[in-house]
């Protein structure tokens, strides 16, 4: 069973980046469509990003305006979420996932998220 561990949330100002990373167990890491989700105080978990095993594919959200790109090492069986011009609306705690259906799921395994505020 495939075990992810995301880091890299922190606080950061408006118009600030961040990379989040998600580090995944398992010999078959390389096989699996992996994507990014987050969940918002109050409102159901959604989708961020999307990327297939040999980052061939990549989905993004709307919301996501090409501010944030996810890639994936599959020799280090980490995958990433470079976030640019962050603003206050992305405060949530982000979660890994991976083994589903590309982009959006459903996926089998999340990991415990990391938080990312974005405040002044």
């Known amino acids: 069973q495939v075990q992810l561990v995301e880091s890299g949330g922190d606080l950061v100002q408006p118009g600030g980046s961040l990379r989040l990373s998600c580090a995944a167990s398992g010999r078959t890491f390389s096989r699996f469509n992996m994507a990014w989700f987050r969940q918002i105080s109050g409102k159901e978990r959604e989708f961020v990003a999307g990327?297939?095993?040999?980052?061939?594919?990549?989905r993004y959200a709307e919301f996501v305006y090409g501010r944030f790109t996810i890639s994936r090492d599959n020799a280090d069986n980490t995958i990433y979420l470079q976030m640019n011009s962050l603003q206050t609306e992305d405060t949530a705690i982000y979660y890994c996932?991976?083994?589903?259906?590309?982009?959006?799921?459903?996926?089998?395994?999340y990991g415990q998220g990391t938080q990312v505020t974005v405040s002044s």
């Open positions: 996932a991976g083994n589903g259906t590309f982009p959006m799921g459903p996926y089998s395994v």
């Open positions: 990327i297939s095993p040999g980052s061939l594919n990549k």
